[in-house]
């Protein structure tokens, strides 16, 4: 079966331009989290989608970071402009749903983009 | 608000040798606890979870980890240690209600010695 599939693996941009970062998730399940990897923060959530929703994005640094999930299986996050300080792995994971809805807290990760702005 | 502390930021042990790692969570009801395991340049890999019954949970790779409510840790072991453990080890509590967003604590870097 596929994992999440994360796509670029590696980005390296000049700040101020855009960067997009690309996520499926496996087939099946309904929740969605972006989180950032750096060794100062280390894991930091971004933002969770549950059933395409947004439930919490408290952890989007500013404006200049946006996330959607216009299907059940795919979802980006874009930065707009990009700055040197956005230099880190960024992380996508899916978890399957419980008889609730909600997730059952089971992460499955991908293998993360690596981004670099110069 | 849920936290989680790894208070090792780095471990060395011998091939062969146990291993125990530690966590410490911060939650006010019962918690669901994960361990994670990333390789270098990978994404994470759940390990084991507890989310209720024994305790004592057994996960991939040899791994298992005790629930302690009293000491509010979560501790992991292997009774001996492959050179291909070699990885971060991170813990994770999430809320044992509605929508389990982990929370994930700062990662216990493996170093395995021939």
């Known amino acids: 079966d596929a994992g999440v599939i994360q796509s670029p693996r590696h980005e390296v941009t000049e700040m101020g331009q855009e960067v997009t970062l690309r996520c499926k998730l496996i087939s099946g399940h309904n929740s969605l989290f972006w989180y950032r990897q750096t060794m100062m923060r280390g894991l930091e959530l971004l933002i969770y989608f549950n059933n395409n929703v947004p439930i919490d994005d408290s952890g989007m640094p500013e404006d200049r970071f946006s996330a959607k999930m216009p299907n059940a299986s795919f979802s980006t996050l874009k930065i707009q402009p990009s700055e040197p300080r956005d230099s880190a792995v960024y992380f996508c994971a899916s978890s399957p749903p419980r008889a609730t809805g909600w997730n059952t807290g089971e992460l499955f990760f991908g293998e993360g983009s690596r981004l670099t702005v110069l | 608000a849920q936290s989680v502390t790894q208070p090792d930021i780095h471990i060395t042990v011998s091939e062969g040798a146990s291993l125990e790692l530690r966590c410490n969570y911060s939650y006010g009801a019962t918690p669901y606890l994960f361990w994670y395991v990333q390789s270098p340049g990978q994404g994470l890999q759940l390990l084991l979870k507890y989310f209720s019954g024994d305790t004592l949970v057994q996960g991939i790779k040899g791994f298992e980890a005790e629930f302690k409510r009293s000491q509010s840790s979560f501790n992991l072991r292997k009774p001996s240690v492959h050179w291909s453990d070699a990885a971060e080890y991170f813990c994770?509590?999430?809320?044992?209600?509605?929508?389990?967003?982990?929370?994930f604590g700062r990662g216990t870097s493996l170093i395995v010695h021939p």
């Open positions: 994770a509590v999430g809320a044992s209600g509605g929508s389990y967003i982990p929370t």
